[in-house]
């Protein structure tokens, strides 16, 4: 595999960038300001190409369907031939069902195999106390989120980029290597109807 490319999805600009800028080792993402285009960047982490591809809330209630649609198209072009893995970066606390309904609807716009292709990483709490960490893995929209991303999933805490970037090569591995072909999969869906 020439390069690893991860799409950053999430209901947080600001810490969807801090994890890109995590996995890179430097701030390459901004994470003041959220971009209204998708954003590309690539780096070189110990030998590895990694493109990382960070799009505009598509969480947002308030986005249309054309810009999620034109969003999508957008981050399929920037990914091509496809993305290997869908890194969703989810803090509990602001994780709604609606959050999750929303998320779920983009990744089957790449592909209904976009789950295979997902991992879930939990972002650390705002506030820490004795087992907030297990409240929020029970936390139903969280928890039905991992179940559907074949529980895939990080705590953020604690977390060293190494045990991401390898945990992020065993979701490649699982497809020997192959990215996720978002064009067969909406040419197939289109067939039915022809």
Request: charged share 25%; proline share 5%; hydrophobic share 35%.
């Amino acid at each position: 595999m020439s390069e690893l490319r991860v799409v950053l999805l999430g209901n947080s600009w600001s810490q969807r960038s801090s994890v890109g800028n995590f996995i890179l080792g430097e701030n390459k993402f901004s994470t003041e300001a959220e971009a209204d285009w998708c954003l590309t960047v690539r780096g070189r982490v110990k030998e590895k190409h990694i493109v990382l591809i960070n799009i505009p809330d598509l969480l947002h209630p308030n986005m249309s369907e054309y810009r999620l649609r034109r969003n999508v198209g957008t981050c399929e072009r920037l990914s091509d031939p496809g993305p290997h893995v869908f890194l969703l970066v989810l803090q509990p606390e602001d994780f709604t069902e609606e959050h999750k309904l929303k998320l779920c609807r983009v990744l089957n716009l790449f592909s209904h195999r976009s789950f295979y292709h997902s991992l879930v990483l939990i972002s650390t709490p705002r506030e820490e106390s004795p087992g907030l960490m297990e409240k929020y893995h029970q936390h139903p929209p969280l928890k039905e989120m991992i179940r559907d991303c074949h529980y895939r999933f990080l705590w953020q805490k604690d977390l060293e980029p190494a045990e991401l970037l390898t945990r992020l090569g065993q979701v490649v591995k699982e497809h020997d290597g192959d990215h996720l072909s978002c064009r067969s999969d909406r040419w197939t869906r289109l067939s039915k109807f022809i």
